[in-house]
Structures are given as C-alpha cells and as structure tokens.
C-alpha cells in the first residue's frame, strides 16, 4: 500500500532548529511536498522536492533523498508562529498522499 | 495568485437536510480540484477528484450519492452533503491543483480556507 510516515509530535524551544524527518512507500512518485496547518485553517504549501537535494526558503528548507524514500523539513530561527501541524505528501499520481502529520510545539 | 476561496466558511444544519459547498479558484483555471475530509488533529482524506466537465472519481468507501460533486466550470466545484447526520460533521477543504507548464512531476495545490460543517 501506499503511506506516509512522520513523527506525531514535536518539541522545540523558540529560536532552535527541528527537522521533521518524513518516510514514504508510493507508487508512482514524483516528488514531496509539504505544507503548513494551523488549528482551525487550511493547509498552505510550504516546499516542494523533485530531486534529490535540499531546497531552501528563508528559514524553511526540505531534503529529498529518492534512494532512501526519505525526505525533511528543517526549520530555523523558531518563533512562535510556526507552532502548527506540518505535513509531508507525496506527489503520486496526480494526487497527494498525506502522512498523518507532525504537531510542532514550540516552547520560550 | 493562485487563491482559491471556499463558501461557507461554517454551517451548521438539520440531520436530513442537504447542505452544499461552493470552491472557487479566484484567479486561475483549475481543470482538476479535490475535496478532503479532516477529523480533527487528524490528516486529510482525500475523498474525490473532481474533474471539469466529466464525474468525479471517488476514493473507496466514500459514498458518491451522498456526497455529490459538480464540476461545472474551470473556476468551480461544489460538494453537497446529502441527507446530511451527525456522522457527518467535519472540516471539509478543497483543492486546486495550480497551473502547470504539463510536466507530470508538479502537483502543488492550493487549499480553501475550509467549511467546517456541524449537523444536529
């Protein structure tokens, strides 16, 4: 089957560094995704990996290992906002196959 | 750009009424939009695709009569909730899939704010 794993949770103090490390097992891939929830709103995209290698946007970066079926999300310089929930998906088919979702507590 | 907007954003109905739900792309053409399903401090599920100006395909186990999409125009796709029941309760977001250069390895969408439906 197809399926996504991701730590359920995570904590970090304000200003750290947290990887949210994400496994994937998909047919048909073509890349990983991942997006942003907050409580109560919709999930907005944060980056997207195709090949192998890391992508950075401001504090946010993700790494795609297509070998390992194994990809990241890294969060620099915390700050309160980013407490939410992130996502990894996997591009599949014309859709998204979503992991269950990591909720990043952030503490002062 | 690539905003897509989702009406209502809450509803609260009847067990037995029909409740629907609108998603529009505001500012670009959307051949393919999605509907999810989200339980709270749950992941999404998907439930169907749905395609302009053909049916929808619908994910196993979700019931199709129930949950009926229209894809009438490339800017719009509605979900209605039929005989709606408390079962039914949840937070219900759309996609869109963005325009694409017609590579097969991009499929970012964009998300709706989300219509968080509540049946008595």
């Known amino acids: 089957g197809q399926s996504l794993e991701q730590p359920s949770e995570v904590t970090a103090v304000e200003g750290a560094i947290v990887q949210i490390n994400c496994t994937y097992q998909t047919s048909g891939f073509y890349g990983l995704s991942w997006y942003q929830q907050h409580d109560g709103g919709a999930p907005t995209f944060l980056s997207y990996n195709a090949l192998d290698g890391l992508e950075e946007t401001g504090r946010f970066s993700s790494f795609l290992s297509r070998s390992d079926s194994y990809g990241y999300l890294l969060l620099q310089e915390l700050q309160m906002k980013d407490s939410a929930s992130y996502f990894c998906a996997a591009n599949s088919n014309y859709q998204l196959i979503w992991g269950a979702g990591t909720k990043l507590i952030i503490k002062p | ?120």
Request: charged share 20%.
């Open chain 2, 1 to 120: 750009g690539a905003v897509v907007s989702q009406h209502p954003s809450r509803v609260i109905c009847k067990s037995g009424t029909s409740v629907k739900i609108e998603c529009r792309s505001l500012d670009f053409q959307a051949t393919t939009m999605f509907w999810y399903r989200q339980f709270p401090k749950k992941s999404l599920m998907l439930m169907a695709t749905s395609n302009e100006g053909s049916k929808a395909t619908y994910e196993q186990g979700v019931e199709k009569d129930k949950f009926l999409i229209n894809h009438a125009s490339l800017t719009l796709s509605t979900l209605t909730v039929t005989s709606a029941h408390p079962e039914d309760s949840s937070f219900y977001i759309c996609s869109a899939r963005a325009p694409t250069s017609g590579t097969l390895s991009y499929n970012e969408q964009f998300f709706g704010p989300g219509t968080r439906l509540t049946v008595l």
